[in-house]
C-alpha cells in the first residue's frame, strides 16, 4: 500500500469508563448511530450506553466507522501524562473510532486515521500553527519520518528494540520507546508525539506545511530516518544512545546549536560550568515575542527551560526517590553522575543514601525519579546549599528541556526566523541526510 494511504492507529485514552459524542453517521456493525455514549466493560465485554440510557453490549472490541465528514468528540483525555503542564481536555478526531478492552475493568479509545490527516493535527499540537512556516515544513518532514521508521522498526525489531526494566538489587535501568505499546501503533501523548485532534488545527501555516512536503522524508542511506525532536537542547543537541538503546545512530550526533561552535561536555566542571552559563545558542535567542508565537498555551506556562533549576529539602527528596523506586534508600547523602552525554544530559546516576546507594538509568527514568512529575532534562548539576535553620537543600541547576536528541524545536523556529530554509533547518540537526518525497498525492 501506498504510505500516504496508510491508516494508522492512535491511542488515546485509556480509562474505565469513557464518555464521547458522535457528530454525524458512525456505522457500528448494521446500525448507524450518532449522540452522545458512555462505553464501560462488563463481565469480559464492551457496553455502550447512549444518553437516553439504552445499553448495548458487545465483545473485546468496538469499532464505529464515521462517514465522510463524521466526527467525534472523547471527553476528559489526559495529556502531557505524569509531566508539569498534565491536564485533562476534550478533544474531537476524525476517521474511526476503535473500543478495546484492554486490562479489566480498562478500555482504550484508539482513533484510526490515515497518516497525512493525522500529520496535520501533529504539528499544530507540537507547536503553535502561527510559527514560522520553514520551521512548521521542517517538524512535518520529522514527525512524517520518525512515524514511518518506527512502524517498519515494528514490524521486525531487534533484541534491544522497545522498552527494558531490570532491577539488580538497588539498580534501575529503563528505556522507554515505540514498543511501549502493543495495542496500537502510537499514542496521542509526549511519549510518542502529541495528537490533539482537529480542534487544534488551524487553516493556514499548518496545512501549507503539510501540502509543500506531502510525502517527503528524511534518508539516510536510502532508508527513512528515526528522526527525533525535543523541545530545546539548551545549546547542545545528544547522541540517540545517552537515551535509548546503546548503538550509533550516524545522523543523530551531539552538536552545537549556532551558529559558533559550543565543545561537548567531557568533564563534571564543564557541566558545571555549562548549566551555569546561556551559550548564544539557536533556542537560546528565542524571544518572549517568538514564545508566544509557537508555543501551546500550556508550554508557555513553563517560562525557563533553558537554564532552570528546581531546589529540594532531603526529607522531601528522600520520599519523592522512595514513591518513584520503591527503594528505602533513607537519608539522601549525594547525587552523583557517572555517565553523561555530550551535551551534559545524565544518563547513570548513583544516588547514595544512608541505607544504601541506588544507581539509576537511562535519561528519562532519572528525569522521573528525581521529580514528582518529570525533570525538564538530565543535564543538571546538583549542590548541597544550607537554610538559615541548618535545613539541607539539594540544588538542581539544569539546561534545555527534553531529552534532547535530533531536532530542537525552538531552535529550529528560532533558525527559521533568521531566514533558513527547511532544508537548512533538516541538515543542520540531522547531518548527512537527505530529502526525497516517497509519495505524492493521488
Given at each position: 500500500m501506498e504510505k500516504g494511504a496508510l491508516k494508522i492507529s492512535v491511542g488515546i485514552l485509556r480509562a474505565k469508563e469513557i464518555a464521547f459524542t458522535l457528530k454525524g453517521n458512525f456505522h457500528l456493525k448494521r446500525k448507524v448511530i450518532t449522540g452522545s455514549f458512555f462505553a464501560f466493560a462488563r463481565e469480559g465485554r464492551i457496553c455502550l450506553r447512549a444518553e437516553q440510557g439504552t445499553v448495548l453490549s458487545f465483545g473485546r472490541e468496538v469499532h464505529l466507522r464515521g462517514e465522510r465528514g463524521a466526527t467525534f468528540?472523547?471527553?476528559?483525555?489526559?495529556?502531557?501524562?505524569?509531566?508539569?503542564?498534565?491536564?485533562?481536555?476534550?478533544?474531537?478526531?476524525?476517521?474511526?473510532?476503535?473500543?478495546?478492552?484492554?486490562?479489566?475493568?480498562?478500555?482504550?479509545?484508539?482513533n484510526e486515521i490515515f497518516l497525512e490527516d493525522y500529520l496535520m493535527s501533529v504539528i499544530s499540537s507540537e507547536m503553535k500553527s502561527s510559527a514560522p512556516l520553514e520551521f512548521l515544513k521542517a517538524q512535518a518532514v520529522c514527525a512524517r519520518s520518525w512515524l514511518v521508521a518506527m512502524l517498519d522498526r515494528k514490524k521486525s525489531p531487534s533484541p534491544q528494540d522497545g522498552r527494558s526494566k531490570e532491577r539488580a538489587g538497588c539498580e534501575i535501568y529503563r528505556i522507554y520507546d515505540f514498543n511501549d505499546h502493543d495495542l496500537f501503533d502510537v499514542c496521542a501523548d509526549d511519549h510518542c508525539q502529541r495528537y490533539q485532534g482537529i480542534g487544534v488545527i488551524t487553516e493556514g501555516s499548518v496545512k501549507r506545511a503539510i501540502e509543500d512536503t506531502y510525502g517527503e522524508f528524511l534518508l539516510w542511506n536510502n532508508e527513512i530516518c528515526d528522526a527525533r525532536y525535543h523541545k530545546a537542547c539548551g545549546g547542545r543537541t545528544e547522541e540517540y544512545g545517552t537515551c535509548w538503546e546503546e548503538k550509533e545512530v550516524p545522523y543523530l550526533l551531539s552538536l552545537s546549536d549556532g551558529e559558533e561552535d559550543f565543545p561537548p561536555i567531557t568533564t563534571e566542571e564543564e557541566a558545571r560550568v555549562w548549566c551555569r552559563t546561556r551559550p548564544a545558542s539557536f533556542c537560546g535567542q528565542v524571544t518572549e515575542e517568538l514564545k508566544d508565537t509557537i508555543l501551546p498555551a500550556f508550554d508557555g506556562e513553563t517560562k525557563d527551560y533553558f537554564r532552570w533549576q528546581v531546589a529540594y529539602r532531603e526529607r522531601e527528596l528522600e520520599e519523592i526517590i522512595e514513591e518513584k523506586t520503591g527503594f528505602a534508600i533513607g537519608t539522601v547523602k549525594a547525587l552523583i553522575p557517572l555517565k553523561r552525554g555530550k551535551s551534559g544530559r545524565i544518563y547513570r546516576l548513583k544516588i547514595q543514601g544512608s541505607r544504601g546507594n541506588l544507581l539509576i538509568g537511562k535519561e528519562l527514568e532519572i528525569r522521573r525519579v528525581l521529580s514528582r512529575s518529570h525533570l525538564l532534562s538530565s543535564a543538571f548539576v546538583a549542590s548541597v546549599e544550607w537554610c538559615s535553620n541548618r535545613e539541607k537543600i539539594f540544588l538542581l541547576r539544569g539546561a534545555g528541556w527534553g531529552h534532547g536528541v535530533g531536532l530542537c524545536q525552538i531552535g529550529a523556529a528560532v533558525m527559521a526566523t533568521k531566514g533558513y530554509r527547511k532544508e537548512e533547518i533538516l541538515a543542520h540537526y540531522f547531518p548527512g541526510t537527505t530529502l526525497k518525497c516517497l509519495y505524492n498525492k493521488a
Open positions: 468528540t472523547i471527553h476528559g483525555v489526559t495529556i502531557g501524562l505524569d509531566f508539569h503542564w498534565e491536564r485533562r481536555q476534550d478533544e474531537t478526531f476524525g476517521g474511526d473510532l476503535r473500543l478495546l478492552l484492554s486490562e479489566a475493568p480498562f478500555l482504550w479509545a484508539i
